[in-house]
């Protein structure tokens, strides 16, 4: 799958919006591409983004080994239901994801 | 002297807090704790109960017991490391 | 140890967005991560002294409260200010010119326009 002399690197992806924003598909495949050379995915849902649970191609991300996790507070505010899978989480969690990442992508 | 600080159980009180500020909020109290000692924490926060102590193990402290108390009240006991 | 800068440019009315920004920015911190929130276009206003409780929208006293515990660095855009003719903000922000603001954000590690 990846190439053995590239370095594995960890990928940060805060994403806020709702899933009928483009950013949806934008870290869909970012994230796919990602994963497809051999990177670490990890992706915070915060704010309206923790709609994007409800879709079936962004949660179908997490079978691909993208690590998500969501602000539990946003989702109970928004009364989006657990999810196998998805790790309904807390602002911690963003920030170990921040912290531990070689890089991160913000999309609001 | 160093026996009656042993002895003491220390509370907090989050009743009313929500994500982040209930585990910004124990962590500055586990400031206060000696290591070995343990903090009772309060929490109205339904995510909080499930997030807080597994924050907290990610951060080396021990969870000695989670317990429901009342609707929607939970008492959570954390020993400092 | 990284530097994180949150960026907030935009109104702070008709939307919890920004104050949900200052929350985020209180969970940064968690990880002993630098954190550095920015004010600046309309996002200034995020940092005047505003009464959204008039509309039953809760101040996001707790959130600034917080994060000047914290000791969180919280800066706005002088000219941003000016611009506007913001004479006053709330306690614990720091104005700067724009080329310190510049500056502050390409010495990010991380940077979080939200």
Known sequence: MESKDKKNMKLGILLTTSPENENTNTVIEISKAARHEGHDVSIFLMYDGVYNVNTKDFAGLAEKGVEIAICAFNAEQRKVAKVDGILFGSQYDHACIASDVDRFISFG | ?81 | MKNISVIIRNLPFNTHKNAEALRMSVGLTLREDKVTVIFMDDGVYTATRTKPEIINIPPPVREFGALTMLKCKMIADKSSLEKRGIKELIENIHILERDEIVRTISESDIIIPF
């Open chain 2, 1 to 81: 002297m160093q026996n009656m600080v042993k002895n003491m159980t220390i509370e907090l009180d989050l009743k009313g807090e929500v994500c982040p500020y209930t585990f910004v909020k124990t962590k500055l109290k586990l400031e206060e704790v000696e290591s070995g000692e343990e903090l009772v924490v309060y929490f109205d926060h339904a995510p909080a109960v499930e997030n807080v102590p597994r924050s907290l193990k990610n951060e080396g402290h021990k969870i000695m017991g989670i317990e429901q108390t009342g609707d929607h009240l939970w008492k959570v006991r954390i020993r400092k490391t």
